[in-house]
């Protein structure tokens, strides 16, 4: 039975996957086998290979920047925050790349470019007051 399989594989359904291949066995060939044992067929064969190898990231993660302060990730997010007990609110954030610390949030009425002003001021009194500052 395995000679029919690696057989029918090579010449009929080459490129298709185990689980495929094993219903396409059964529908057509009128030969019953689990995925897996259509798979450990194709493997001690050689027609498979026992594991394909993973795509690289289109966009590796970027690096955190050394030092707080450097770099402030700034976002508002409209949502139903409060469910239905009130209308919705936009969350104004801003939180340092380095240290992931959550500098200044706000709820909002509606999403403007104002509401970001506040964390400005925040970031400039958070820099001068740090030890990388330069005096």
């Known amino acids: 039975m395995k000679e029919r399989v690696i057989e029918l594989y090579t010449a009929k359904y080459y490129g298709s996957n185990c689980c495929h291949f094993a219903e396409l066995l059964e529908e057509h060939e009128s030969l019953t086998l689990s995925a897996s ?10 027609l498979k290979q026992a594991k394909q190898r993973r795509r690289s990231k289109a966009h590796p993660p970027r690096e955190r920047k050394p030092q707080a302060g450097m ?14 007990r009130a209308p919705s609110f936009t ?3 801003a939180i340092d790349d380095a240290t992931r610390y959550g500098c200044r ?3 909002s009425s509606e999403r403007m470019p104002g509401g970001l002003f506040p964390c400005h001021a925040a970031r400039d009194r958070k820099i001068r007051d740090s030890p990388w500052a330069l005096q």
């Open 105 to 107: 949030c706000r709820l």
């Open 37 to 46: 044992s259509v798979r450990r067929i194709l493997l001690t064969s050689g």
């Open 71 to 84: 770099l402030w990730q700034i976002d508002a997010t409209p949502y139903a925050w409060l469910e239905d």
């Open 91 to 93: 969350l104004h954030a």
